[in-house]
């Protein structure tokens, strides 16, 4: 969300300075190739570099008359910065995920939270959860959504499901 936010700026650089405005929109697109594949330290040189386009603009006595927001820019630039510097060690490889056939999105779990938990969580609801039962749900549903409940159950109750030793074949 806060590249996009970034672009709508670079949108309105370019609005004044075509060329400036364009140099931008390219370094947001590297910056975003680069935590795509997991190189925030790469990105985090990209994002310098976009400070150090706009601090050029800031100069431009002609560019900053006609375009006010270079402030709130660098500011957000700054901002970006920070956040990329502490989460880098967090920072996924999505292309590398996605090679895999791995899920590269959280959509379904923010939709199962947004659901269940936070119908559940409003004050005016008769009955609460409270956080740590509402953790409790979440842990779960990701045992299940990662197929390992079954292996939790069998750990807690042994004649669950026993698993087969070897596969069934079907009869002709």
Not at 48 to 70: E, F, M, N, R, S
Not at 136 to 148: C, S
């Amino acid at each position: 969300m806060r590249l996009t936010v970034l672009h709508q700026y670079a949108l309105g650089v370019v609005q004044v300075d075509a060329a400036g405005g364009k140099a931008l929109q390219d370094r947001l697109h590297s910056i975003k190739w680069h935590l795509w594949h997991g190189n925030a330290e790469r990105a985090v040189e990209k994002i310098l570099d976009l400070d150090d386009i706009v601090a050029t603009h800031q100069d431009d006595p002609l560019v900053t008359k006609k375009y006010g927001k270079l402030r709130p820019l660098s500011r957000l630039i700054a901002d970006f910065n920070t956040y990329v510097e502490q989460n880098r060690y967090f920072i996924v490889d999505y292309s590398e995920r996605h090679h895999y056939g791995e899920r590269v999105s959280t959509g379904f779990v923010e939709s199962a939270v947004n659901q269940v938990l936070a119908k559940r969580m409003v004050k005016r609801q008769q009955m609460q959860w409270t956080k740590k039962g509402a953790h409790l749900l979440v842990q779960a549903r990701t045992k299940v959504l990662n197929e390992e409940w079954e292996d939790c159950f069998r750990q807690q109750y042994p004649g669950f499901r026993s698993v087969p030793a070897e596969p069934l074949l079907m009869a002709a």
